[in-house]
């Protein structure tokens, strides 16, 4: 009898410590490539705007920030095609097809443009 029990808690255990190195090693994290992309926005007067909405979205993955104190922002993404929407209180919305490339960063300087909200804005 206790030749029995032995038998069966050892396979069991070989079973488990088999079960679980192999879902470890077909659950681990991918690696993905990334890039960057930078740039400044602007208004006509090439004036900075100061805290206007970037969004960058595709099916996969959405994006948002800030442009800081200088209208400058940089975002990290995976690489990839993404619809860029930059936004402003007081200025029209900003819409445009970017790509993204592994280890490269890109530079999109925008400007946008009076119209939409009668909200005030900062610029700098």
Known sequence: MKTIVFACVSLLLALTLWQSSS???THQPVPRAEGNLKGLVSDP?????VGAKITLENKQY?????????GA??????????QLTIESNGFKVYK???????DKTDTINVTIWPGGGSHPFKIK
């Open 23 to 25: 879902l470890a090693q």
């Open 45 to 49: 007067n090439e004036a900075r705007v």
């Open 62 to 70: 959405r994006f948002e920030a800030g442009s800081n104190d200088e």
């Open 73 to 82: 922002f940089d975002v990290r993404l995976p690489v990839g095609e993404y």
């Open 96 to 102: 445009k097809r970017v790509r993204v490339e592994a």
